[in-house]
């Protein structure tokens, strides 16, 4: 079964460039989805088809994808950015397919 | 306002049986496949099933195939999941999801349900 990795935890400081990674074969071939999830609430989608933003999440969320890795970037990041975050794609064999999480903690 | 509510959630003991049911409203639900994606307490989030717009395509994680049947209908803005044989490791927030005209529609997942718990514990 198709499988998408994420690393557990990302730090960064306020103001700085936060990058979360997201890794699959042939990930690049796919569309990569984003969602921010904070405590006790539902996911929230932030980027979809690789590098488009939603109405309504700030300009400073990004993505890339490319080769085997998806990036989620987020540019002059905020306190209120501190979440989980998840990378999603489709695969024909798979279905919907979820990475791991990343618990990104604004120091 | 586009919204989903789920209801139906609860605690079981393992091998039984719980629907769960989920309301849709502000969009046009007979357009959109729908999905339900589960999160367990401190975990990360799992796609559980998927549908078509008119109930003919459905899929699957394998973790529930054989014990899960989701259906919706269109006449009354609802989608379902049927859960038998339930476990413990099932215990989970579910959440209903709006997709894209198609299961694997790459603009879907836009909206989700505030989720329903299900505790399957003896």
């Known amino acids: 079964s198709y499988g998408l990795t994420q690393p557990p935890s990302v730090s960064v400081s306020p103001g700085q460039t936060a990058s979360i990674t997201c890794s699959g074969d042939?990930?690049?071939?796919?569309?990569a989805r984003w969602y921010q999830q904070k405590p006790g609430q539902s996911p929230v989608v932030v980027i979809y088809?690789?590098?488009k933003r939603p109405s309504g999440i700030p300009e400073r969320f990004s993505g890339s994808n490319s080769g085997n890795t998806a990036t989620l970037t987020i540019s002059g990041t905020q306190a209120t950015d501190e979440a989980d975050y998840y990378c999603?794609?489709?695969?024909?064999?798979?279905?919907?397919?979820f990475g791991g999480g990343t618990k990104l903690t604004v120091l | 306002e586009v919204q989903l509510v789920e209801s139906g959630g609860g605690l079981v003991q393992p091998g039984g049986s719980l629907r769960l049911s989920c309301s849709a409203s502000?969009?046009?639900?007979?357009?959109?496949?729908m999905h339900w994606v589960r999160q367990a307490p401190g975990k990360g989030l799992e796609y559980v099933s998927g549908?078509?717009?008119?109930?003919?395509?459905?899929y699957y994680a394998d973790s529930v195939k054989g014990r899960f049947t989701i259906s919706r209908d269109n006449s009354k803005n609802t989608l379902s999941l049927q859960m038998s044989s339930l476990r413990v490791e099932d215990t989970a927030v579910f959440y209903c999801?709006?997709?894209?005209?198609?299961?694997?529609?790459?603009?879907?997942?836009?909206?989700w349900g505030q989720g329903t718990m299900v505790t399957v514990s003896s």
């Open positions: 999801v709006k997709g894209g005209s198609t299961p694997a529609a790459s603009d879907g997942f836009d909206i």
């Open positions: 502000g969009f046009t639900f007979s357009s959109n496949a």
């Open positions: 549908i078509s717009t008119n109930g003919g395509t459905t």
């Open positions: 042939k990930l690049g071939d796919k569309y």
């Open positions: 088809q690789d590098s």
């Open positions: 999603q794609a489709w695969d024909s064999s798979s279905s919907w397919v």
